[in-house]
């Protein structure tokens, strides 16, 4: 029998419910991912740390996990609250069930909670620390002292040392990824472009990568908040001086529009799920993105800039959703337009980062 544990946000509220995963105590930012599926991929999307994700969905858990399908080799998310756990799964690739791999990476989990009045609570007061208990005593308390915010999660989340990822031997085209929390199927995504890649960690000078040989800068995904980042805002300024071409993704869209000089703000419940409808202000067609990140560029600060445009923007909510530099090759976009391979209506801005090389 699945044992009693709580959901207990920083304002007092209590969801009660059954742990289906490791039983422990965490704490975390909860957050409401709208998502139907791919809860494997969040759990270990690096972009996704220190965060416990509560699903909308309302059954999780009936295809199990796999061997292919993890963005990272470890689970990132802090805990999974759900309102019910399929203890039957079935499909022709997986190899566990979710609560298993739960267990074994030691990650807690609720289910049976209300999750649609979760939801409503979140999109009313905002994200908050939140915690997983099995013993409600002090939960408040121990909340509150727990830090969360301003603090460098991507100098945790990304690599120690620089790797090669995958092998393009009829290309050229040398890319330094910085990763922030970089996930795999961008990576993977990146190498099918006809890319040679080189992740390098976040910290990373840039004169180190283009001695190296890089030819452009990808500006990955990553968690957390960009003006904790300020090597990063170090970086932006080298690649202008440099001339570089630069695509940002996530947290790599912020990180540049610090550097260009704009500001960024968090939003009250974060843009989280698969179907967030973005314009493409150039072309005038609109995307369905895959998006998962709780800050956004402020847009006063942005468009006051004379050498930067607005490319993209969230039909939702107004949003920047891309930006790029007027005189200089480089650009960004806050979605992750290589989220699925069936979600293809973004995959132009590869090409577009290609032809900068090209070009250059």
């Not at 976040?202 to 003006?227: D, M, Q, R, W």
Request: proline share 3%; net charge negative.
């Amino acid at each position: 029998m699945n044992k009693k544990a709580w959901l207990i946000l920083e304002d007092g509220s209590e969801f009660e419910g059954n742990s289906f995963g490791y039983d422990c105590e965490s704490f975390g930012e909860i957050v409401i991912n709208t998502s139907m599926g791919g809860y494997q991929e969040l759990l270990t999307n690096p972009s996704c740390s220190k965060q416990i994700i509560a699903m909308t969905y309302p059954t999780i858990g009936n295809y199990g996990v796999n061997d292919t399908d993890s963005e990272s080799d470890k689970i990132h998310a802090a805990g999974l609250i759900i309102n019910e756990y399929s203890k039957t799964y079935s499909n022709f690739r997986a190899t566990k069930s979710l609560q298993d791999y739960l267990k074994e990476e030691k990650i807690a989990a609720i289910e049976d909670i209300d999750t649609r009045k979760l939801t409503c609570l979140i999109r009313e007061k905002g994200t908050m620390r939140a915690g997983i208990f099995f013993d409600k005593n002090d939960s408040i308390d121990r909340l509150k002292s727990t830090p969360l915010d301003n603090i460098d999660l991507a100098s945790q989340v990304s690599c120690k040392e620089k790797y090669k990822f995958g092998e393009n031997k009829n290309s050229n085209i040398e890319l330094a990824v910085f990763d922030f929390g970089v996930n795999k199927g961008l990576l993977k995504f990146l190498n099918n472009s006809q890319f040679n890649i080189t992740v390098y960690p976040a910290n990373t000078p840039l004169h180190e990568v283009i001695g190296n040989g890089a030819k452009g800068i990808f500006l990955s995904n990553g968690p957390g908040n960009p003006e904790a980042i300020p090597y990063a805002m170090t970086l932006v300024k080298d690649i202008m001086n440099e001339k570089i071409p630069c695509f940002g993704i996530d947290l790599g869209h912020l990180i540049l529009s610090l550097g260009f000089g704009g500001k960024t703000y968090k939003l009250k419940f974060g843009h989280r799920g698969a179907n967030h409808p973005v314009k493409n202000i150039e072309t005038g067609n609109v995307e369905i993105t895959c998006q998962n990140h709780g800050f956004a560029v402020d847009a006063d600060s942005i468009k006051s800039k004379v050498d930067v445009e607005v490319t993209h923007i969230n039909l939702n909510d107004n949003t920047i959703e891309g930006i790029k530099h007027k005189t200089l090759p480089i650009f960004s976009v806050q979605y992750m337009p290589a989220a699925d391979d069936w979600r293809n209506n973004s995959h132009y801005l590869f090409d577009k980062f290609k032809k900068k090389f090209l070009a250059s």
